[in-house]
């Protein structure tokens, strides 16, 4: 599997970024981009993550969908920024959605502030579906 730059086009395979922390698919199907992330997504990796959060929120798919079910880390910082990316995102006619899964994932949500800005997904297909 070839890495470039976290992204791919094709449906069912999607590619990892070079340090396999996050992968990022397109569902043609439901017309969404899905970046799951997996391991920590703290400050030594949010960079890069933010830049494939920003193309996929330019990629023109009505919805992106971050899925933290695999995360076992997410910094305060990375939550916080979260929020801005809604904002961005939401000026830009793309509905950004979370699955966090994890109740420490939930938590740096909650302390931040940011949960509210994020309707809340049991799941992929809740987030998928709706």
Do not use: K
Not at 20 to 35: G, I, K
Not at 37 to 66: H, K, N, S
Request: a positive charge.
């Amino acid at each position: 599997m070839s890495a470039n730059n976290g992204a791919t086009t094709q449906d069912s395979s999607p590619r990892f970024h070079p340090s396999r922390t996050w992968a990022q698919r397109v569902d043609r199907r439901r017309r969404s981009v899905v970046l799951r992330v997996e391991g920590e997504l703290d400050a030594a990796v949010y960079p890069q993550f933010r830049a494939t959060l920003d193309e996929a929120i330019d990629a023109g798919a009505p919805t992106v969908v971050i899925d933290l079910r695999a995360a076992r880390f997410l910094s305060l910082r990375a939550a916080a920024s979260l929020g801005a990316v809604r904002q961005r995102a939401a000026c830009n006619g793309v509905d950004l959605r979370i699955v966090a899964g994890r109740p420490a994932i939930e938590r740096a949500f909650e302390l931040t502030g940011v949960r509210p800005m994020f309707g809340y997904y049991s799941s992929m297909r809740a987030a998928l579906d709706d």
